[in-house]
């Protein structure tokens, strides 16, 4: 069993940056493929970015790409990702997520998710 809880959303302005944060709980944390996941109003929740168990590996949709990085912290059961530019579409909730693998999580396979935390940019 893997818990997660998500912090660090709030409220920015347009070209500001947040840093989200997931702390884990559970003894094989670090087995894991940990990502991030979000839903915007009225839309489906998107794969967002992930970072394979070793931190080696990570992929990022293209609508994040080159703004925001993923990074994860084993001795800390803690994966981060560090939004910078942010943009209006970028509102939504965020969900923090674990999955045997990096492919399986972008292919939308997820076995354990965090509760959600917000994140409003607003313009």
């Known amino acids: 069993q893997v818990q997660l809880v998500e912090s660090g959303g709030g409220l920015v302005q347009a070209g500001g940056s947040l840093r989200l944060s997931c702390a884990a709980s559970?003894?094989?944390?670090?087995?894991?493929?940990l990502g991030w996941f979000r839903r915007a109003p009225g839309k489906e929740r998107e794969f967002v970015s992930g970072i394979n168990w070793t931190g080696g590996s990570t992929y990022y949709a293209g609508t994040v790409k080159g703004r925001f990085t993923i990074s994860r912290d084993n001795a800390k059961n803690t994966v981060y990702l560090q939004m910078n530019s942010l943009k209006p579409e970028d509102t939504a909730v965020y969900y923090c997520?674990?999955?045997?693998?990096?492919?399986?999580?972008?292919?939308?396979?997820?076995?354990?998710w965090g509760q959600g935390t917000q994140v409003t940019v607003s313009s």
């Open positions: 997520a674990a999955s045997g693998g990096l492919g399986s999580q972008v292919n939308g396979k997820v076995d354990y």
């Open positions: 559970g003894r094989t944390f670090s087995s894991y493929a």
